[in-house]
């Protein structure tokens, strides 16, 4: 069974373009999630998506948008780039709801704005 | 607000036990997870503790007390290759996963 697969693995953008990340959840997995992965904050919760639907949102600027395909995979978009937003954003899929049973993670995006 | 609680980094001797510590304070509370991450890799599942107790899986057991806000996981007969971070996480009631910043853990031959 493949696991959750992630696109690009690695890319640099400078301050002031768009970035966008895509996101394939495991076969049969309805619920996608996004975090941001820093080295001073730990992984933070972006946003949740189920059945093409945004469940649940974290407390970033709007500067950071998702959204979900009806074949589950999804998209994360982050406009008008700045410095603090090089990280590791890592997405995880899992059967159901995200309360509901483990996530499994991909291997992640990692974003150098210069 | 939401906060966890972790130690930042701890050393453990391979063969020995060690207990990563968590403590929560969130908006409501609908479970808390464990998660081990290697340097360079995505976070894996460890455990779901949602009742209070203690849970065992194999070399891994994690308790939780609700009451306390509070939650270890417990690693025995170490090996180097569980030098890796252990991340708490905390389900609140917006359904919202909130996670520590994570433990490194060293171990030592």
């Known amino acids: 069974k493949a696991g959750v697969t992630q696109t690009p693995r690695y890319l640099i953008k400078t301050r002031g373009q768009q970035v966008t990340l895509s996101c394939s959840p495991i076969?049969?997995?309805?619920?996608v999630s996004w975090y941001q992965q820093t080295p001073g904050q730990g992984l933070q919760f972006l946003f949740e998506y189920f059945s093409e639907t945004q469940r649940n949102k974290g407390n970033f600027p709007g500067r950071f948008s998702g959204r979900q395909f009806s074949n589950s995979r999804s998209e994360m978009n982050v406009s008008t780039l700045e410095l603090g937003d090089s990280a590791l954003y890592l997405c995880a899929s899992s059967l159901d709801y995200t309360n509901t049973g483990e996530l499994f993670f991909g291997e992640g995006s990692r974003l150098t704005v210069l | 607000g939401q906060n966890i609680d972790q130690p930042t980094e701890m050393t453990a001797t391979e063969g020995a036990i060690v207990q990563i510590n968590c403590t929560y304070q969130t908006s409501g509370f609908n479970g808390l997870f464990w998660y081990q991450q290697h340097a360079g890799e995505a976070p894996t599942f460890l455990s779901y503790n949602v009742l209070d107790g203690l849970e065992e899986k194999g070399r891994f057991s994690s308790f939780l007390s609700r009451s306390k806000g509070y939650s270890y996981l417990l690693l025995k007969e170490l090996q180097m290759k569980d030098s890796a971070s252990y991340l708490c996480?905390?389900?609140?009631?917006?359904?919202?996963?909130?996670f520590g910043k994570g433990t490194r853990l060293h171990i030592l031959p």
């Open positions: 076969s049969g997995h309805r619920s």
């Open positions: 996480a905390v389900l609140n009631r917006d359904d919202k996963i909130i």
